[in-house]
């Protein structure tokens, strides 16, 4: 049985620095073991948007309550594979009461609150996968990776959706996959966009995946690797990439893959083609 090893961080954006705002990403991670004995990956990021004053409250409360949704399913005896889209914007509208239940106790709007969601349940041959706002999902096999939506735009430039919107539920993307080999899974918040997507041609930049995914399939041992979440956060913190992005900074990478592919990795930051 293949198992999972994963790493997780988040790095406060250098304007957040500049304007004493504190980060506003948050994100999650776990494995689960499904009714058949697999073990599942699971991993949440919701990114707080910037205007709203209390919206890292609100992507605290949303990856916790992704997440228990996705332990409650797999604990009670789901299958991956028929989790219903009508479950999980069921599971979206509870998201969203909630966040406006905190919002009343607290006397303000629930645009105050507001945040992204990306969420995924994978196992090395299925994976389910939504998304509320921007950022990213991606997957890869033998060092090629793709991702699964692509990060959604508001009506207006620089702006998106939040799980918070009445309209949420209008746009939520929702993906299953089925008998597909899943070995490496990334989720990120929209600070990392402009270093691993390709904007022009709507596709991942493989050189900033594969570095991390060769280090982290070295690991021997499954679950959480702290000592390399660590040296994943000195990364998102480094100077080659605030020079890129002063944004918070969210990433979670997961593999199943063992170490008989290694391929060539660089230390470097490679310019990706944002528009």
């Known amino acids: 049985m293949k198992h999972w090893r994963y790493v997780q961080a988040c790095s406060r ?11 506003q990403d948050r994100a999650l991670s776990k494995t689960i ?14 990114d707080g948007a910037g205007s709203a004053c ?3 409250l609100g992507a605290e409360k949303a990856t916790s309550l992704i997440m228990k949704n996705f332990e409650e399913f797999f604990k009670n005896g789901g299958v991956l594979t028929e989790l219903l889209q009508n479950t999980v914007e069921l599971w979206i509208n509870q998201i969203s009461d909630q966040i406006g239940e905190l ?12 945040c992204t969601l990306l969420a995924v349940a994978v196992t090395p041959r299925e994976g389910l996968f939504l998304q509320i706002g921007d950022g990213a999902i991606v997957i890869g096999s033998q060092g090629n990776y793709s991702p699964i939506f692509w990060p959604m735009n508001g009506e207006y430039a620089n702006s998106t959706y939040f799980v ?12 299953i996959i089925d008998n597909q080999n899943i070995e490496d899974v990334a989720l990120m918040s929209d600070g990392l966009q402009g270093l691993a997507l390709h904007f022009a041609t709507k596709t991942a930049h493989n050189p900033f995946f594969q570095p991390m995914f060769t280090r982290l399939m070295e690991e021997n041992n499954s679950g959480l690797s702290e000592v ?3 040296s994943l956060e000195i990364f998102l913190d480094s100077e080659s990439v605030c020079n890129r992005t002063d944004d918070d900074k969210t990433l979670i990478l997961s593999t199943c893959q063992d170490n008989s592919f290694l391929p060539v990795a660089t230390n470097e930051v490679e310019e990706s083609n944002e528009t």
């Open 13 to 23: 954006g250098t304007s957040h620095f500049i304007n004493n705002s504190p980060c």
């Open 33 to 46: 073991a499904d009714v058949d004995g697999r073990e599942v990956f699971l991993g949440t990021v919701a």
């Open 54 to 56: 209390l919206s890292e």
């Open 103 to 114: 919002a009343s106790n607290e006397g303000v709007n629930i645009r105050e609150y507001a």
């Open 164 to 175: 918070t919107d009445a309209s949420s539920i209008r746009q939520l993307q929702f993906k």
């Open 228 to 230: 390399l979440s660590g």
